[in-house]
């Protein structure tokens, strides 16, 4: 059963490493699509490799880099392009699910169920803020076959953060 209340600070704790279990459960969705698509490496490999391009990262590796860049006031050698690839996609992932400990922590009852609109949340706002910073196309100029996939994965995202959070905050008896 979960518990009525969950402290702030272990609500961000326990949140952060179940957006780390959404992002896993996210990142076996495309996976699985790899594989069934004809892909051969196993999931670490395929996980963690990305050649040392910044044209092969994806848009939150972009805007890691944009951010490093920023701040250091110098390009960024293409060497950390697979480190800021990750850091920023599970970054991304764990602080969303920072978020999310913060709200349904402060719910009474915890439903799984909540992974339904954490993963479209999560979604939607790629397909705001990543246009504007021209990442993205706007949304309109995706087909929707595109859309419902990343939709898809998204709300294993959302499930498995969801899913994770609950049993991070049952009550122990």
Do not use: C
Not at 19 to 40: S, Y
Request: glycine share 10%; no cysteine; aromatic share 12%.
């Amino acid at each position: 059963m979960s518990s009525p209340y969950v402290r702030p600070i272990d609500a961000v704790a326990r949140g952060a490493l179940a957006g780390a279990v959404g992002t896993l459960a996210m990142d076996l969705v495309w996976f699985r699509r790899f594989k069934r698509d004809g892909g051969h490496t196993s999931f670490p490999v395929w996980e963690f490799s990305i050649e040392p391009d910044w044209d092969k990262v994806s848009a939150p590796g972009q805007v890691g880099r944009r951010v490093v860049e920023g701040f250091l006031q110098r390009p960024l050698d293409p060497k950390w392009a697979p480190l800021t690839n990750n850091v920023m996609h599970w970054g991304y992932g764990v602080v969303w699910g920072a978020q999310f400990g913060i709200v349904a922590g402060s719910l009474r009852r915890r439903h799984v169920g909540l992974g339904l609109a954490l993963g479209p949340a999560v979604w939607a706002s790629s397909y705001v803020v990543l246009p504007l910073a021209k990442l993205y196309k706007p949304i309109w100029q995706y087909d929707a076959k595109t859309l419902a996939k990343d939709l898809s994965a998204h709300l294993a995202y959302g499930i498995g953060t969801a899913a994770a959070f609950r049993l991070l905050t049952l009550r122990r008896s």
